[in-house]
């Protein structure tokens, strides 16, 4: 069945250091991809997807391009901060009609002043 | 607009009493999940309703555990008897139901059962 592979954490990087967060995938047909982040206390919430081959998803300096020959897509980011200190999780559609998605175990960073 | 609500926020109780979860998904929103995460297994995916109607279950750990969507704006999900080992952080999400869709989580609600 579909799955989806994270490096595993915790990763701890000082302010300012350039993030790179690995995922891989295994699915049948041509998944959506997302990754959502989660804060200390909080749900998890969207921070960036992708729909086909090639697109890059973007946002708060984080981005993620869908890579189909290598069935990866990394989280990267050049500069970290503080605040982004949290939980990352990689996920890909199921390819059903009712969005279920499949989750990485997550990645906690770290990020140290 | 208001997102995924989820009460109670913290619910502590014995072990051997009915538990009760509640959810109200985002209004028009027509996928409804159920998560529970803990250190141990991370995140589970426990079940998912589309229009009010179970489509997978299969992650649901026991019979002691039931989910319920009665209409389009409520759910719940309940533990009768519960036990220590349920203690995690249940989460409850909903989208659109579509594949390009995200789901959008609600801020979870922390269970434990002494």
């Known amino acids: 069945g579909d799955s989806v592979t994270q490096m595993e954490g915790p990763v701890t990087l000082s302010e300012e250091a350039f993030l790179t967060i690995n995922c891989t995938y295994t699915a049948t047909g041509y998944p959506s991809l997302f990754w959502y982040v989660q804060y200390p206390g909080e749900g998890l919430q969207l921070l960036l997807k992708a729909t086909k081959a090639d697109d890059k998803g973007s946002n708060k300096g984080f981005e993620a391009t869908y890579r189909k020959e290598t069935t990866s897509f990394h989280l990267e980011k050049g500069s970290v901060q503080v605040s982004d200190s949290a939980v990352y999780f990689c996920?890909?559609?199921?390819?059903?009609?009712?969005?279920?998605?499949?989750f990485g175990k997550g990645t906690k960073l770290s990020v140290k002043p | 607009d208001a997102g995924v609500i989820q009460s109670p926020r913290h619910e502590v109780t014995e072990m051997g009493q009915e538990v009760t979860l509640r959810c109200k998904p985002i209004s028009g929103h027509n996928s409804l999940f159920w998560y529970r995460q803990t250190m141990m297994r991370g995140l589970e995916l426990l079940i998912y309703?589309?229009?009010?109607?179970?489509?997978?279950d299969s992650g649901m750990p026991e019979d002691r555990f039931s989910a319920k969507m009665p209409n389009a704006s409520f759910s719940t999900l309940k533990i009768q008897p519960s036990e220590p080992r349920d203690s995690a952080v249940y989460f409850c999400a909903s989208s659109f139901g579509r594949t390009l869709q995200p789901q959008h989580f609600g801020d979870g609600t922390r269970l434990s059962i002494l």
């Open positions: 996920a890909l559609s199921d390819g059903g009609s009712q969005g279920n998605l499949i």
């Open positions: 309703f589309n229009n009010n109607v179970p489509i997978d």
